[in-house]
């Protein structure tokens, strides 16, 4: 494994320097934000790609959503954050997790999530992506400065279905073996798992099928607006064999609010194709 995960600093050092030459870097700056009622005070790096807006304070930096996360978290435990790019969600969780593991694989959010790192101690980054197994993955990205992509290749409709296009080489690694060998203490302690692999999601989830089966996290995931019909009812089979309820939270993490704003997903005819939003998946018990 060491032979993917020991050259990616040097890797990312040599993206940036290249994203400078061609004026694509886009800086961070340091900000405190308070919520609403001033429950949270959060201080994080905000990135100032014009394409990366300001999604945060609607969907996950909101007094009801971390209120919410604080409910699926529990107490000293650890949060897997799968496409975690500059860091957001994982600032969020590390407000009442233990330990946040977050993987990133683009070296222009990567830096960013460092920097969001260096001020929440508990976040241990990792420049990588999660696959089946280890290897080097062709991404596509939205732009050339890189805001956002993912493993376009991996779904059935290919490059160009949501505007990705950019290609970049990733390291990828398979989750679980990743985690028995670094974090193996980790393991029988996570509490929530979130993966935003634009598409990617299922294949990653059943490579911890193991895992799923022993620890019964909550588990947030993507409903990613390129899947075929035939995929949208693979990640729902993949869940619901685990012994999971699906519930519709939003594009805007709704759900994760309150209960009323979070509908019952039974079976694949309830997602309608091409619809970007995230589902939250909870063991039955």
């Known amino acids: ?13 040599e993206f940036i320097d290249v994203l400078k030459q061609n004026k694509k870097h886009y800086n961070s700056n340091l900000v405190n934000y308070k919520t609403p009622s001033n429950k949270y005070s959060i201080d994080y790096y905000k990135w100032n790609h014009p394409f990366q807006g300001n999604w945060e304070y609607n969907e996950i930096f909101t007094d009801d959503i971390l209120n919410g996360l604080k409910n699926l978290i529990q107490p000293n ?12 969600m994982s600032v969020g969780f590390a407000q009442f997790a233990k330990k946040v593991i977050s993987f990133e694989p683009n070296p222009a959010t990567f830096e960013v999530l460092n920097k969001n790192c260096e001020i929440h101690s508990n976040i241990v980054p990792y420049h990588l992506a999660c696959s089946i197994k280890e290897d080097i993955l062709e991404f596509h990205y939205s732009d050339e400065g890189f ?12 490059v160009g279905v949501t505007g990705h296009i950019i290609p970049m080489d990733v390291y990828a690694v398979n989750l679980l073996d990743f985690l028995n060998t670094y974090h193996k203490e980790d393991i029988n302690n996570i509490s929530l798992i979130k993966i935003d692999a634009e598409g990617h999601d299922n294949e990653i989830l059943k490579t911890i099928i193991p895992l799923i089966n022993s620890v019964k996290p909550a588990i947030i995931t993507e409903m990613y607006s390129g899947l075929t019909n035939d995929e949208i009812h693979a990640l729902l089979d993949t869940i619901y064999k685990l012994n999971y309820e ?5 594009n805007v993490n709704e759900g994760l609010s309150s209960n009323t704003k979070k509908k019952l997903i039974s079976n694949s005819i309830d997602i309608k194709q091409g619809v970007h939003g995230n589902l939250l998946c909870l063991p039955i018990k």
């Open 77 to 88: 435990s650890v949060v897997l954050d799968v496409g975690a790019q500059i860091g957001l």
């Open 1 to 13: 494994m060491n032979n993917f995960f020991d050259p990616t600093e040097s890797y990312r050092n």
């Open 147 to 158: 805001c956002n992509g993912g493993f376009a290749k991996g779904c059935n409709q290919g």
């Open 246 to 250: 699906v519930y519709d939270i939003g």
